[in-house]
Every structure is written in structure tokens, then in C-alpha cells.
């Protein structure tokens, strides 16, 4: 009897976990990962190079002599080091508040500025040669900016100190003299840029400073004669530099955005130009100086990509506006005559190729290409009766290079997914010309380069409708 129980018990055991088996299972919760948002607060630490360009007003006044003005415009290579911490408020408009500081070395150097009378292989009086140069700077700066995802777009203002060597040699007349500053000079300093992930904690930067360290001065007398002599150091920075940030970014992966197609747009920017120049008057004079025409510059371009997986190629077209000028320069002899020199660069467009290379939605990229553009020189001279009045205007092809960075624009959300925005450094060299006038019956022949570094901001239209490519 048990057994035949035990059987009965094992048979329905059996029955039951084969129906059991047999009905249908409920399905596990689907649990949707975690997206991942890109955060920048945090301490960051990075390195950094580019190049600056002076734009120092310059007067030497020698009694009986001479009051000289003109710009001196050292310019180089400059790199260093920076380090900084960043708070992010995801609550107002994701904006990131910062502080920063940074030192750089500086190959800054101007040593080609002569006024009076400069004839070539002679030290006769009167002349008189200036040189100047940086050898370092830096800044301790806050920064402000609004974060769309891994970009950062940001204005950065502050503290600025450097040193700088000013020499000028002078004869007027039994021997030459030195005149010498060589100070460590405190100012201010502001400017803008874009930084964005390159991949995990690191992000590249592109951006543009402005450093004013005052006025340096310095005076005395050489052999009874009073002199005094004053400049105002002023440098532009262009610059691009690579952070690591301490913060938990490393497995941040943004979509490929898709960059194919045509797009049209506009930008608004800074402009400054170092064109070296000289003036030659016939049998006694050679003086040689630098014209550094300074303003803002606006326009449009149109351009066309093609992708290939992430990286990007292109062409793109642009014209220029431009309110750059340089009406401070006055040289030999400016006291009662003198000759007084007006530079602007009145417009340029350039046809450049792009090649870039997209990490997520942001594009970064190089350029370069064709630059063609005017450059306008009114020269006034009271050296010879009767004084005379010159317009010199020459327009001339060269060549420009650059790089930048492109990301989406969606500002506060008024923009749509065919918006992008781009910050971008253009450095462009039309070469030089030389023209031949007479004053009074006096020939003279004035040559000038055309060499401008222009920093700016834009944006685009892209007409492909982007979606985001599929991995």
C-alpha cells in the first residue's frame, strides 16, 4: 500500500511541473541604463602654445630733435602651463564658472624699427633704432562660460603680469646713447575661447587673449639734451591648448554627429596686422617701422563637407568687412614737419580646404588656402615745401592657414539640429608692395607687407537636415 501511495505522489509531482512548465513565464523589468551627462566641475590641468603679436604705442621725445611715435610690435612663438577648477550649475543654464592661472615663455621680438634719418650701413646722426621684447607672462583669470554637453564656450578675464625690455639707440650728434627699460610690469587681461572633449577626461581649447601691462616710461639727458621715452605694452594672444580634468568624464561617448552637405553662415571677429613697412626717400633717409592696423571684422561664408566615418573634409569661401587701422605713426622729425602715416585693411575673402576630424558632435579642424584682399596707405609728409598728400592703395592674392573647432548650437534651445556654431584662428600673409611717389620734387618709395591674424566666432546653417549616424 505505501508503495502505491509513494507511486500516486511521485506521478502527480510529475503532472505538476510539467504544467508548470507549460504556462507562461513573466517577463524581467527592463531597467534602461543610466545616461551618462558629461559634468565639468572639477580640477583640470593642460598645456598650451600659439603666437602673440605686440601693438606698443611708442613715443621718444628728444628735446630740439625729435617726437617720435610709432607702434613696435614684437611677435613669437609663446607655450606654458596652465591649471584651473571649474564649478558647473545644471540648474541655470548649465553655466560653468571658473578660475584659472597660467605662465608662459615668450620668443617675442621686435628689432627692426629705425626712424630719422636710417641710412642703410651708416651710423651717422641723427638716427635712432628701437628693440623690444618679452621674454615671459602670465595670468590668473576667472572664467565664465555656458556647457552644451562636452563644449564650452566661455569669456575669461583677470590679472596679467610679464616682463619686458625696451632699448633704443639715438645719435643726434657726437655719439650714440642707450635708452633702457627693462621692467617686471603688472596690468589686466581679457578675452574669450571654446573648449571641448577630445576623448575621456581630456579637452582641447582654442582661444584669444588680450594683455595691457600699462605704460612703461623711462627719461634722462645725454650730453645736455633732455629726452623721454614711453610705451604702451599691449599683446594679442592666439592660442590652443590640451586639458586633463580630474573629473569622472572618462567614459563620456557623445554620437557622431553627421556633417555631410552644404551650409552657409555668418561671424564676427578681431583683426590685427603687423606689416612691417619702410619709407625711402631719395639720398638720406630709410626709416623702418611697423604699421599694426587693429579693429573688428565681420562677414559671411558658404561652404560644402564630406564625411568619411569621423573624419571631414570641405571647401569653404568667405568675404570680409573691416574697420582695422593704424593712424598713430608719425616719424622723422615730428615736431614741426614729420611724416605721418594711416593703414587699413578695408576688406578680405578667402577660398580655403578644410580637413577635420569630428569626436562626437564636435568638429575640430585645420584650414588653409587662398586669401586675397586691399590694403590702403595715406601718407602725409611736411619734410619738403610743399607738404603733400598721398593715397596709396594696392590689392593683392597670398595665402592663409588656421584651425578651429565646430560644435552644435543649441543656446537656451532657440536653435534647431541644423545649427552649428565655430570659433576659428586665421593667419594671413598677402605679401608686400612697394609704390613710388615724389613730395616737393623729392622721389620716395614706401613698401609694406600685409600680415593679419584674425580671431573669430560664427555660425552655420547646414541645409543636409543632420541626424546623428548610426554605429
Not at 148 to 163: D, I, K, M, Q
Amino acid at each position: 500500500m505505501k508503495k502505491i501511495l509513494f507511486s500516486a505522489a511521485v506521478l502527480v509531482a510529475a503532472a505538476t511541473t510539467a504544467q508548470a512548465a507549460d504556462l507562461p513565464r513573466k517577463a524581467p523589468v527592463y531597467k534602461a541604463p543610466i545616461l551618462k551627462v558629461y559634468d565639468w566641475t572639477g580640477f583640470y590641468i593642460g598645456v598650451n602654445a600659439g603666437g602673440s603679436v605686440g601693438r606698443d604705442r611708442t613715443r621718444t621725445t628728444i628735446v630740439g630733435a625729435g617726437n617720435e611715435q610709432t607702434h613696435l610690435s614684437p611677435a613669437g612663438a609663446i607655450g606654458g602651463g596652465q591649471v584651473g577648477y571649474n564649478w558647473q550649475f545644471r540648474n541655470f543654464y548649465n553655466l560653468v564658472l571658473g578660475l584659472e592661472a597660467d605662465i608662459q615663455g615668450s620668443g617675442q621680438r621686435t628689432n627692426s624699427t629705425c626712424i630719422l634719418t636710417c641710412v642703410a650701413g651708416t651710423s651717422a646722426p641723427p638716427f635712432q633704432t628701437y628693440n623690444q621684447k618679452i621674454d615671459w607672462f602670465g595670468t590668473a583669470r576667472v572664467r565664465a562660460g555656458i556647457a552644451t554637453g562636452p563644449v564650452l564656450s566661455y569669456v575669461t578675464g583677470g590679472f596679467a603680469y610679464g616682463n619686458v625690455t625696451t632699448t633704443s639707440v639715438a645719435n643726434l650728434g657726437g655719439g650714440p646713447f642707450n635708452i633702457n627699460a627693462d621692467q617686471t610690469r603688472t596690468g589686466y587681461t581679457f578675452g574669450s575661447g571654446v573648449e571641448a572633449q577630445l576623448g575621456g577626461n581630456w579637452t582641447g581649447k582654442i582661444e584669444y587673449l588680450y594683455v595691457n601691462l600699462g605704460t612703461q616710461r623711462t627719461s634722462g639727458a645725454f650730453l645736455g639734451t633732455p629726452y623721454a621715452a614711453a610705451s604702451r605694452i599691449q599683446d594679442h594672444i592666439f592660442r590652443a591648448g590640451v586639458n586633463y580634468g580630474f573629473g569622472n568624464n572618462a567614459g563620456y561617448v557623445e554620437p557622431l554627429r553627421n556633417w555631410n552637405g552644404f551650409y552657409i553662415g555668418g561671424n564676427a571677429g578681431t583683426v590685427i596686422g603687423r606689416d612691417r613697412s619702410n619709407l625711402r626717400f631719395a639720398g638720406f633717409t630709410n626709416p623702418q617701422f611697423a604699421l599694426v592696423p587693429e579693429g573688428f571684422s565681420g562677414g559671411g561664408q558658404i561652404g560644402y563637407n564630406w564625411q568619411a566615418s569621423a573624419w571631414v573634409f570641405g571647401v569653404e569661401g568667405d568675404f570680409q568687412g573691416s574697420t582695422a587701422k593704424d593712424n598713430k605713426a608719425c616719424i622723422v622729425n615730428c615736431v614741426t614737419s614729420g611724416t605721418t602715416l594711416n593703414q587699413t585693411l578695408p576688406w578680405l575673402a578667402t577660398g580655403r580646404g578644410r580637413i577635420g576630424y569630428s569626436v562626437g558632435s564636435t568638429l575640430f579642424y585645420g584650414t588653409a588656402g587662398y586669401a586675397y584682399g586691399e590694403t590702403k596707405t595715406k601718407v602725409f609728409t611736411n619734410n619738403n615745401s610743399p607738404p603733400s598728400y598721398t593715397e596709396i592703395s594696392r590689392q593683392k592674392g597670398g595665402y592663409v592657414v588656421g584651425a578651429g573647432i565646430e560644435s552644435p548650437l543649441t543656446f537656451l534651445g532657440l536653435f534647431g539640429p541644423a545649427w552649428t556654431m565655430k570659433t576659428e584662428y586665421l593667419y594671413v600673409d598677402l605679401g608686400s608692395t612697394t609704390s613710388t611717389v615724389a613730395t616737393g620734387g623729392v622721389p620716395y618709395s614706401f613698401t609694406t607687407q600685409t600680415r593679419e591674424h584674425i580671431f573669430r566666432g560664427g555660425i552655420n546653417y547646414n541645409f543636409n537636415a543632420p541626424v546623428v549616424a548610426k554605429y
